[in-house]
Protein backbone atom coordinates (compact mmCIF):
# COMPACT_ATOMS: atom_id res chain seq x y z
CA UNK A 1 0.00 0.00 0.00
CA UNK A 2 1.73 3.30 -1.28
CA UNK A 3 2.29 6.03 1.11
CA UNK A 4 0.75 9.22 1.31
CA UNK A 5 3.80 11.32 1.77
CA UNK A 6 1.62 14.87 1.99
CA UNK A 7 -0.21 13.36 4.89
CA UNK A 8 2.76 12.06 6.88
CA UNK A 9 4.37 15.29 6.79
CA UNK A 10 0.99 16.98 8.01
CA UNK A 11 1.10 14.54 10.80
CA UNK A 12 5.02 15.53 11.90
CA UNK A 13 4.07 19.36 11.25
CA UNK A 14 0.87 19.06 13.51
CA UNK A 15 3.39 16.93 16.56
CA UNK A 16 6.29 19.48 15.89
CA UNK A 17 3.85 22.30 16.68
CA UNK A 18 2.38 20.29 19.75
CA UNK A 19 6.40 20.37 20.81
CA UNK A 20 6.67 23.60 20.63
CA UNK A 21 3.66 24.99 22.11
CA UNK A 22 4.38 22.14 25.19
CA UNK A 23 7.58 23.91 25.76
CA UNK A 24 6.69 27.44 25.30
CA UNK A 25 3.80 26.71 28.54
CA UNK A 26 6.57 24.80 30.39
CA UNK A 27 9.05 28.07 30.13
CA UNK A 28 5.84 29.85 32.07
CA UNK A 29 4.48 26.96 33.96
CA UNK A 30 8.12 24.93 34.87
CA UNK A 31 9.35 27.91 37.18
CA UNK A 32 5.88 27.88 39.37
CA UNK A 33 6.33 24.32 39.58
CA UNK A 34 9.80 24.59 40.62
CA UNK A 35 8.92 27.22 43.35
CA UNK A 36 5.91 25.64 44.21
CA UNK A 37 8.37 22.31 45.06
CA UNK A 38 11.00 24.28 46.86
CA UNK A 39 8.00 25.92 48.88
CA UNK A 40 6.69 22.71 49.95
CA UNK A 41 10.22 21.49 50.41
CA UNK A 42 11.99 24.16 52.49
CA UNK A 43 8.62 25.01 55.19
CA UNK A 44 9.08 23.28 58.68
CA UNK A 45 7.05 20.17 58.22
CA UNK A 46 7.76 16.86 59.65
CA UNK A 47 6.07 15.50 56.31
CA UNK A 48 9.19 16.95 54.34
CA UNK A 49 11.79 14.54 55.69
CA UNK A 50 14.40 16.03 53.89
CA UNK A 51 14.61 20.08 55.34
CA UNK A 52 12.60 18.89 58.20
CA UNK A 53 15.40 16.53 59.74
CA UNK A 54 18.22 18.97 58.40
CA UNK A 55 16.55 21.25 60.90
CA UNK A 56 15.67 19.22 63.75
CA UNK A 57 19.21 17.74 64.10
CA UNK A 58 22.37 19.34 61.46
CA UNK A 59 23.17 15.81 60.17
CA UNK A 60 26.25 17.24 58.69
CA UNK A 61 29.32 17.76 60.92
CA UNK A 62 29.90 20.98 62.83
CA UNK A 63 33.34 21.74 64.97
CA UNK A 64 34.27 24.49 66.52
CA UNK A 65 38.09 25.24 66.70
CA UNK A 66 39.19 27.20 69.11
CA UNK A 67 42.74 29.52 68.75
CA UNK A 68 44.70 30.98 72.05
CA UNK A 69 46.54 34.09 72.19
CA UNK A 70 49.77 32.79 74.34
CA UNK A 71 51.22 35.97 75.77
CA UNK A 72 55.40 35.09 75.53
CA UNK A 73 55.95 38.50 77.94
CA UNK A 74 53.43 38.94 80.96
CA UNK A 75 56.43 40.06 83.20
CA UNK A 76 56.78 42.84 80.43
CA UNK A 77 53.25 43.76 79.94
CA UNK A 78 52.93 44.73 84.14
CA UNK A 79 55.77 46.82 83.19
CA UNK A 80 53.71 48.50 80.53
CA UNK A 81 55.17 47.10 77.77
CA UNK A 82 53.15 45.65 74.60
CA UNK A 83 51.66 42.51 75.00
CA UNK A 84 53.43 39.41 72.69
CA UNK A 85 51.44 37.02 71.83
CA UNK A 86 51.53 33.62 69.85
CA UNK A 87 48.51 31.62 68.74
CA UNK A 88 48.37 28.34 69.75
CA UNK A 89 45.92 25.77 68.22
CA UNK A 90 43.34 25.07 66.40
CA UNK A 91 41.94 22.78 69.41
CA UNK A 92 39.17 21.14 67.62
CA UNK A 93 35.73 20.20 68.92
CA UNK A 94 33.00 18.26 67.37
CA UNK A 95 29.62 19.66 67.89
CA UNK A 96 26.52 18.12 68.50
CA UNK A 97 23.19 19.77 68.36
CA UNK A 98 19.93 18.35 69.07
CA UNK A 99 16.25 20.46 68.90
CA UNK A 100 14.10 19.24 71.58
CA UNK A 101 10.71 20.25 72.87
CA UNK A 102 9.45 21.03 69.72
CA UNK A 103 5.38 22.20 69.98
CA UNK A 104 3.98 23.63 66.93
CA UNK A 105 1.63 26.20 67.51
CA UNK A 106 -2.08 27.26 65.53
CA UNK A 107 -0.51 30.47 64.27
CA UNK A 108 2.42 28.74 62.15
CA UNK A 109 4.86 29.04 64.55
CA UNK A 110 7.11 26.49 66.32
CA UNK A 111 8.87 26.53 69.88
CA UNK A 112 12.28 24.51 70.63
CA UNK A 113 15.38 24.59 72.51
CA UNK A 114 18.64 23.25 70.69
CA UNK A 115 20.68 21.72 73.02
CA UNK A 116 24.70 21.60 72.26
CA UNK A 117 27.58 19.88 73.68
CA UNK A 118 31.30 19.74 72.89
CA UNK A 119 33.58 16.49 72.06
CA UNK A 120 37.63 17.15 71.77
CA UNK A 121 38.67 16.02 68.59
CA UNK A 122 42.35 15.08 68.53
CA UNK A 123 43.18 13.90 65.27
CA UNK A 124 41.62 16.99 64.03
CA UNK A 125 43.73 19.60 66.56
CA UNK A 126 46.73 21.19 66.46
CA UNK A 127 47.86 20.14 70.79
CA UNK A 128 46.11 19.02 73.41
CA UNK A 129 43.62 20.06 76.04
CA UNK A 130 47.08 19.60 78.33
CA UNK A 131 48.72 22.35 76.42
CA UNK A 132 49.58 25.13 78.83
CA UNK A 133 48.96 28.47 77.43
CA UNK A 134 48.94 32.10 79.54
CA UNK A 135 46.07 34.27 79.47
CA UNK A 136 44.90 37.95 81.13
CA UNK A 137 43.08 36.50 84.23
CA UNK A 138 39.44 38.38 83.26
CA UNK A 139 38.60 37.41 87.20
CA UNK A 140 41.36 40.41 88.64
CA UNK A 141 42.17 42.39 85.65
CA UNK A 142 38.33 42.21 84.35
CA UNK A 143 37.36 43.16 88.36
CA UNK A 144 39.70 45.98 88.44
CA UNK A 145 38.35 47.58 85.56
CA UNK A 146 34.34 47.12 86.96
CA UNK A 147 35.51 48.41 90.27
CA UNK A 148 37.79 51.54 89.89
CA UNK A 149 35.85 53.89 90.64
CA UNK A 150 35.20 52.42 94.33
CA UNK A 151 36.63 54.26 97.34
CA UNK A 152 40.59 53.32 97.35
CA UNK A 153 40.21 52.17 100.93
CA UNK A 154 38.01 49.23 98.96
CA UNK A 155 40.21 49.25 96.09
CA UNK A 156 42.65 48.34 98.90
CA UNK A 157 40.61 44.92 99.99
CA UNK A 158 39.50 44.17 96.79
CA UNK A 159 43.41 43.72 96.14
CA UNK A 160 43.90 42.11 99.38
CA UNK A 161 41.32 39.26 98.48
CA UNK A 162 43.11 38.66 95.42
CA UNK A 163 46.50 38.15 97.17
CA UNK A 164 44.88 35.85 99.91
CA UNK A 165 43.24 33.63 97.17
CA UNK A 166 46.63 33.87 95.57
CA UNK A 167 45.14 35.45 92.05
CA UNK A 168 47.57 37.01 89.83
CA UNK A 169 47.21 39.14 86.99
CA UNK A 170 47.91 36.05 84.25
CA UNK A 171 46.46 32.81 83.93
CA UNK A 172 48.71 29.42 83.50
CA UNK A 173 46.46 27.48 82.88
CA UNK A 174 45.59 23.90 80.32
CA UNK A 175 43.71 24.44 77.27
CA UNK A 176 41.10 22.08 78.90
CA UNK A 177 40.97 24.10 81.93
CA UNK A 178 40.62 27.66 80.48
CA UNK A 179 37.73 26.29 78.25
CA UNK A 180 35.82 24.14 80.58
CA UNK A 181 37.25 25.17 84.01
CA UNK A 182 38.80 24.77 86.85
CA UNK A 183 38.31 25.21 90.41
CA UNK A 184 38.79 28.34 91.87
CA UNK A 185 38.45 29.22 95.74
CA UNK A 186 37.90 33.32 94.66
CA UNK A 187 34.68 32.12 92.88
CA UNK A 188 33.50 29.85 95.65
CA UNK A 189 33.80 32.62 97.83
CA UNK A 190 32.11 35.58 95.64
CA UNK A 191 29.05 32.61 94.93
CA UNK A 192 28.88 32.84 98.88
CA UNK A 193 28.97 35.96 100.12
CA UNK A 194 27.60 37.90 96.59
CA UNK A 195 25.46 35.19 94.84
CA UNK A 196 24.38 36.35 91.67
CA UNK A 197 27.89 38.17 91.20
CA UNK A 198 28.94 35.86 88.51
CA UNK A 199 27.32 33.14 86.37
CA UNK A 200 28.61 30.29 87.57
CA UNK A 201 29.54 28.95 91.06
CA UNK A 202 33.24 26.91 92.38
CA UNK A 203 34.46 26.90 88.94
CA UNK A 204 35.46 29.13 86.44
CA UNK A 205 36.20 28.40 82.53
CA UNK A 206 35.50 30.85 79.43
CA UNK A 207 33.24 28.10 77.92
CA UNK A 208 32.43 26.93 80.98
CA UNK A 209 28.34 27.68 80.07
CA UNK A 210 28.69 26.59 76.61
CA UNK A 211 28.76 22.70 77.19
CA UNK A 212 25.65 20.60 78.04
CA UNK A 213 23.46 23.99 77.43
CA UNK A 214 20.69 25.25 75.37
CA UNK A 215 20.42 28.55 73.65
CA UNK A 216 17.05 29.68 74.98
CA UNK A 217 13.47 29.21 73.83
CA UNK A 218 13.42 29.91 70.72
CA UNK A 219 9.71 30.91 68.84
CA UNK A 220 9.73 30.57 64.59
CA UNK A 221 7.71 31.15 61.89
CA UNK A 222 7.15 27.55 60.19
CA UNK A 223 6.69 29.30 56.53
CA UNK A 224 3.21 27.26 56.32
CA UNK A 225 1.35 30.78 55.98
CA UNK A 226 4.18 32.62 54.76
CA UNK A 227 6.81 31.16 52.77
CA UNK A 228 9.08 34.57 53.52
CA UNK A 229 8.98 34.00 56.97
CA UNK A 230 9.90 30.63 57.33
CA UNK A 231 12.65 30.14 60.11
CA UNK A 232 12.40 34.04 61.38
CA UNK A 233 12.36 34.13 64.68
CA UNK A 234 8.72 35.14 66.45
CA UNK A 235 10.24 35.39 69.92
CA UNK A 236 13.00 34.45 72.07
CA UNK A 237 12.65 33.66 75.55
CA UNK A 238 9.35 34.60 75.57
CA UNK A 239 10.84 37.92 74.45
CA UNK A 240 10.39 40.25 71.08
CA UNK A 241 13.39 42.34 71.80
CA UNK A 242 15.63 42.24 74.51
CA UNK A 243 17.02 44.59 77.05
CA UNK A 244 20.89 45.09 76.83
CA UNK A 245 21.10 48.39 74.42
CA UNK A 246 20.20 51.53 74.55
CA UNK A 247 18.03 52.21 71.44
CA UNK A 248 14.67 50.10 70.17
CA UNK A 249 17.00 48.89 66.85
CA UNK A 250 19.81 47.90 69.02
CA UNK A 251 17.24 45.50 71.00
CA UNK A 252 15.26 44.14 67.90
CA UNK A 253 15.26 40.53 67.54
CA UNK A 254 15.41 40.19 63.88
CA UNK A 255 15.90 37.48 60.94
CA UNK A 256 16.81 33.47 62.10
CA UNK A 257 17.86 31.78 64.72
CA UNK A 258 21.18 31.68 62.28
CA UNK A 259 20.98 27.85 60.64
CA UNK A 260 18.32 28.63 57.57
CA UNK A 261 16.82 31.20 56.24
CA UNK A 262 14.11 31.52 53.80
CA UNK A 263 14.16 30.65 49.89
CA UNK A 264 14.38 32.59 46.57
CA UNK A 265 17.41 34.80 47.81
CA UNK A 266 18.87 37.20 45.19
CA UNK A 267 22.10 39.63 45.64
CA UNK A 268 20.16 42.81 47.06
CA UNK A 269 19.06 40.35 49.70
CA UNK A 270 20.81 40.12 53.46
CA UNK A 271 21.22 37.35 55.99
CA UNK A 272 19.79 38.69 59.27
CA UNK A 273 20.25 36.36 62.70
CA UNK A 274 19.72 36.65 66.39
CA UNK A 275 22.35 35.66 67.79
CA UNK A 276 22.25 34.84 71.90
CA UNK A 277 26.10 34.49 72.50
CA UNK A 278 26.49 38.02 71.18
CA UNK A 279 22.99 39.15 72.95
CA UNK A 280 22.47 41.11 69.17
CA UNK A 281 21.19 40.29 65.75
CA UNK A 282 23.75 40.32 63.26
CA UNK A 283 23.44 40.92 59.29
CA UNK A 284 25.48 39.61 56.48
CA UNK A 285 25.58 41.29 52.58
CA UNK A 286 26.32 39.73 49.66
CA UNK A 287 29.57 39.34 48.60
CA UNK A 288 30.00 36.71 45.32
CA UNK A 289 28.56 34.06 43.66
CA UNK A 290 30.03 30.68 43.53
CA UNK A 291 29.90 27.12 43.03
CA UNK A 292 30.17 23.90 45.35
CA UNK A 293 30.34 20.61 44.16
CA UNK A 294 27.99 21.73 41.16
CA UNK A 295 25.87 23.48 43.36
CA UNK A 296 25.12 27.36 42.92
CA UNK A 297 25.55 29.58 45.66
CA UNK A 298 25.74 33.20 47.19
CA UNK A 299 28.63 33.94 49.48
CA UNK A 300 27.65 36.54 52.33
CA UNK A 301 29.95 37.93 54.75
CA UNK A 302 30.40 40.75 57.64
CA UNK A 303 30.19 43.90 56.41
CA UNK A 304 32.43 46.28 57.80
CA UNK A 305 29.85 48.25 59.86
CA UNK A 306 28.63 45.30 61.62
CA UNK A 307 31.24 46.23 64.49
CA UNK A 308 31.73 49.81 64.28
CA UNK A 309 31.54 52.82 66.78
CA UNK A 310 28.57 54.98 67.13
CA UNK A 311 31.08 57.75 65.65
CA UNK A 312 31.59 55.74 62.55
CA UNK A 313 28.15 54.43 61.81
CA UNK A 314 25.06 55.93 63.79
CA UNK A 315 22.88 53.15 63.53
CA UNK A 316 25.39 51.20 65.97
CA UNK A 317 25.27 54.53 68.76
CA UNK A 318 22.75 52.04 70.83
CA UNK A 319 25.68 49.51 71.23
CA UNK A 320 27.35 51.87 73.01
CA UNK A 321 29.58 53.00 75.11
CA UNK A 322 32.14 52.35 72.64
CA UNK A 323 35.76 52.13 71.73
CA UNK A 324 37.72 52.12 68.52
CA UNK A 325 35.31 50.71 65.39
CA UNK A 326 35.58 46.80 65.04
CA UNK A 327 34.45 46.41 68.34
CA UNK A 328 31.20 45.06 70.20
CA UNK A 329 30.82 45.97 73.59
CA UNK A 330 29.19 43.26 75.16
CA UNK A 331 29.77 43.90 78.99
CA UNK A 332 25.80 44.69 79.50
CA UNK A 333 25.08 41.28 78.93
CA UNK A 334 28.39 39.67 80.82
CA UNK A 335 27.68 40.72 84.16
CA UNK A 336 29.37 43.94 83.45
CA UNK A 337 32.66 42.22 82.93
CA UNK A 338 34.79 45.00 80.23
CA UNK A 339 34.96 41.91 77.53
CA UNK A 340 34.43 42.89 73.63
CA UNK A 341 33.84 40.72 70.79
CA UNK A 342 35.48 41.45 67.52
CA UNK A 343 36.84 39.56 64.63
CA UNK A 344 39.55 37.30 65.01
CA UNK A 345 42.74 39.43 64.89
CA UNK A 346 41.08 42.64 64.43
CA UNK A 347 39.81 41.89 61.06
CA UNK A 348 37.86 44.85 59.80
CA UNK A 349 39.00 46.76 62.97
CA UNK A 350 40.20 50.17 63.44
CA UNK A 351 44.32 49.23 62.87
CA UNK A 352 45.30 51.33 65.90
CA UNK A 353 43.75 48.00 68.04
CA UNK A 354 46.66 45.52 65.96
CA UNK A 355 49.20 48.20 66.88
CA UNK A 356 48.66 47.70 70.61
CA UNK A 357 49.67 44.04 70.55
CA UNK A 358 52.38 42.22 68.92
CA UNK A 359 51.62 39.15 66.63
CA UNK A 360 48.17 40.05 65.41
CA UNK A 361 48.15 39.53 61.26
CA UNK A 362 44.34 39.60 60.18
CA UNK A 363 43.62 38.14 56.69
CA UNK A 364 40.24 37.69 55.39
CA UNK A 365 40.95 34.04 53.89
CA UNK A 366 41.91 32.95 57.68
CA UNK A 367 39.53 35.31 59.81
CA UNK A 368 36.60 36.55 57.56
CA UNK A 369 33.34 35.41 58.90
CA UNK A 370 30.99 33.92 55.98
CA UNK A 371 28.19 31.88 55.08
CA UNK A 372 27.84 30.16 51.56
CA UNK A 373 24.06 29.44 50.96
CA UNK A 374 21.78 28.26 48.39
CA UNK A 375 19.81 30.80 47.02
CA UNK A 376 17.14 28.93 46.08
CA UNK A 377 15.84 27.28 48.74
CA UNK A 378 17.85 29.37 51.33
CA UNK A 379 20.21 26.37 53.13
CA UNK A 380 23.27 26.77 53.79
CA UNK A 381 26.00 24.84 52.23
CA UNK A 382 29.59 26.02 53.67
CA UNK A 383 30.05 28.30 57.27
CA UNK A 384 32.69 29.88 58.93
CA UNK A 385 31.48 31.92 61.97
CA UNK A 386 34.57 33.44 63.41
CA UNK A 387 34.70 35.42 66.14
CA UNK A 388 37.45 36.72 69.17
CA UNK A 389 37.08 37.23 72.67
CA UNK A 390 38.46 40.21 74.10
CA UNK A 391 39.56 41.44 77.52
CA UNK A 392 40.03 45.64 77.75
CA UNK A 393 42.29 45.89 81.02
CA UNK A 394 44.38 48.78 82.27
CA UNK A 395 46.37 50.10 85.52
CA UNK A 396 44.04 50.35 88.59
CA UNK A 397 45.52 52.57 91.19
CA UNK A 398 44.94 50.77 94.45
CA UNK A 399 45.04 47.25 92.65
CA UNK A 400 48.56 46.25 93.06
CA UNK A 401 47.45 43.42 90.69
CA UNK A 402 47.15 45.52 87.39
CA UNK A 403 50.79 47.16 87.89
CA UNK A 404 51.56 49.26 85.30
CA UNK A 405 49.17 47.61 82.29
CA UNK A 406 48.98 49.58 79.38
CA UNK A 407 45.24 50.49 78.59
CA UNK A 408 44.89 48.00 75.76
CA UNK A 409 41.85 45.47 74.57
CA UNK A 410 43.60 42.33 74.46
CA UNK A 411 42.86 39.46 72.56
CA UNK A 412 42.59 36.11 74.36
CA UNK A 413 41.01 33.57 72.20
CA UNK A 414 38.97 33.30 68.81
CA UNK A 415 36.87 30.51 67.41
CA UNK A 416 35.63 29.21 64.06
CA UNK A 417 32.26 27.24 64.49
CA UNK A 418 32.09 25.89 61.09
CA UNK A 419 30.74 22.63 59.04
CA UNK A 420 29.40 22.11 55.23
CA UNK A 421 27.40 19.96 53.98
CA UNK A 422 28.89 16.36 52.25
CA UNK A 423 28.08 12.61 52.40
CA UNK A 424 24.37 11.51 51.08
CA UNK A 425 23.01 14.38 52.65
CA UNK A 426 24.68 16.61 50.19
CA UNK A 427 23.94 13.99 46.84
CA UNK A 428 20.34 13.90 48.38
CA UNK A 429 19.87 17.80 48.31
CA UNK A 430 21.88 18.18 45.11
CA UNK A 431 19.76 15.73 43.19
CA UNK A 432 16.20 16.71 44.60
CA UNK A 433 16.88 20.83 44.64
CA UNK A 434 19.18 21.19 41.73
CA UNK A 435 18.97 17.93 39.36
CA UNK A 436 15.56 18.00 39.12
CA UNK A 437 14.77 21.18 38.85
CA UNK A 438 17.53 21.68 36.13
CA UNK A 439 15.96 18.76 34.09
CA UNK A 440 12.62 20.69 34.22
CA UNK A 441 14.42 23.68 33.17
CA UNK A 442 16.37 22.16 29.92
CA UNK A 443 13.64 19.86 29.09
CA UNK A 444 11.47 22.86 28.01
CA UNK A 445 14.11 24.12 25.50
CA UNK A 446 14.42 20.51 24.49
CA UNK A 447 10.80 20.56 23.41
CA UNK A 448 10.91 23.85 21.60
CA UNK A 449 13.87 22.79 19.82
CA UNK A 450 12.51 19.15 19.19
CA UNK A 451 9.29 20.98 17.70
CA UNK A 452 11.07 23.44 15.73
CA UNK A 453 13.65 21.11 13.98
CA UNK A 454 10.39 18.28 13.21
CA UNK A 455 8.21 21.46 11.79
CA UNK A 456 11.07 22.81 9.04
CA UNK A 457 11.91 19.31 8.30
CA UNK A 458 8.50 18.09 7.87
CA UNK A 459 7.83 21.52 5.42
CA UNK A 460 10.78 20.61 3.43
CA UNK A 461 9.79 17.18 3.04
CA UNK A 462 6.21 18.56 2.44
CA UNK A 463 7.10 21.51 -0.26
CA UNK A 464 9.64 19.30 -1.90
CA UNK A 465 6.49 16.61 -2.94
CA UNK A 466 4.79 19.10 -3.74
CA UNK A 467 7.18 20.54 -5.94
CA UNK A 468 7.38 16.82 -7.63
CA UNK A 469 4.03 16.05 -8.32
CA UNK A 470 2.98 20.15 -10.08
CA UNK A 471 5.90 19.21 -12.10
CA UNK A 472 5.06 15.91 -13.37
CA UNK A 473 1.58 17.55 -14.00
CA UNK A 474 3.04 20.40 -15.99
CA UNK A 475 4.83 17.87 -18.08
CA UNK A 476 1.75 16.28 -19.16
CA UNK A 477 0.15 19.18 -19.59
CA UNK A 478 2.85 20.72 -22.26
CA UNK A 479 3.01 16.85 -23.79
CA UNK A 480 -0.40 15.76 -24.55
CA UNK A 481 0.82 13.23 -26.48
CA UNK A 482 2.41 11.36 -24.34
CA UNK A 483 -0.61 10.45 -22.74
CA UNK A 484 -2.36 9.38 -25.31
CA UNK A 485 0.49 7.18 -26.66
CA UNK A 486 0.81 6.02 -22.77
CA UNK A 487 -3.71 4.92 -23.23
CA UNK A 488 -3.04 3.58 -26.29
CA UNK A 489 -0.02 0.88 -24.88
CA UNK A 490 -1.88 0.21 -22.16
CA UNK A 491 -5.31 -0.46 -24.38
CA UNK A 492 -3.53 -2.46 -26.66
CA UNK A 493 -1.48 -4.44 -23.71
CA UNK A 494 -5.11 -5.40 -22.38
CA UNK A 495 -6.60 -6.96 -25.50
CA UNK A 496 -6.75 -10.11 -26.40
CA UNK A 497 -6.26 -11.59 -29.85
CA UNK A 498 -7.25 -14.89 -31.99
CA UNK A 499 -5.07 -17.26 -32.09
CA UNK A 500 -5.36 -17.73 -35.79
CA UNK A 501 -3.55 -14.85 -35.81
Not at 159 to 184: A, N, R
Not at 306 to 321: I, Q
Request: glycine share 6%.
Amino acid sequence: MAVNKSKVCVGFIVLGVLSTFFGIILVFVGPVIINDQVVKNTMIDPKNELSYTMWKDLPVPFFMSVYFFNILNPKEVLKGEKPMVEERGPYVYRKYCQKENITFHPNGTVSYREYRRYSFEPSMSVGNESDVVTIPNMLVLGAAVMLEDLPSGVLFLISSTFKFFKEGPFLTKTVGELMWGYDSDLVEFLSTYLPGMLPSSGKFGLFLDFNNSNTGLFTIHTGKDDIKKVHKVDSWNGLKEVSYWRTPQCNMINGTAGQMWPPFLTKESTLPFYSPDACRSLELVYQRSGKMKGIPLYRFVAPKTMFANGTDYTPNEGFCPCRQSGLLNVSSCRNNAPVFISQPHFFNADPVLQDYVLGLHPTEKDHGLFIDIHPLTGVPLNVSVRLQLNLYMKRVPGITETGKISEVVMPMLWFEESGYIDGPVLTTFHNNLVVLPAVMQYMQYIFIALGLVTIIVASLVLYKAKRSRKSVFSTVMENPGVCKTVSYEQSYSNDSFPDSI
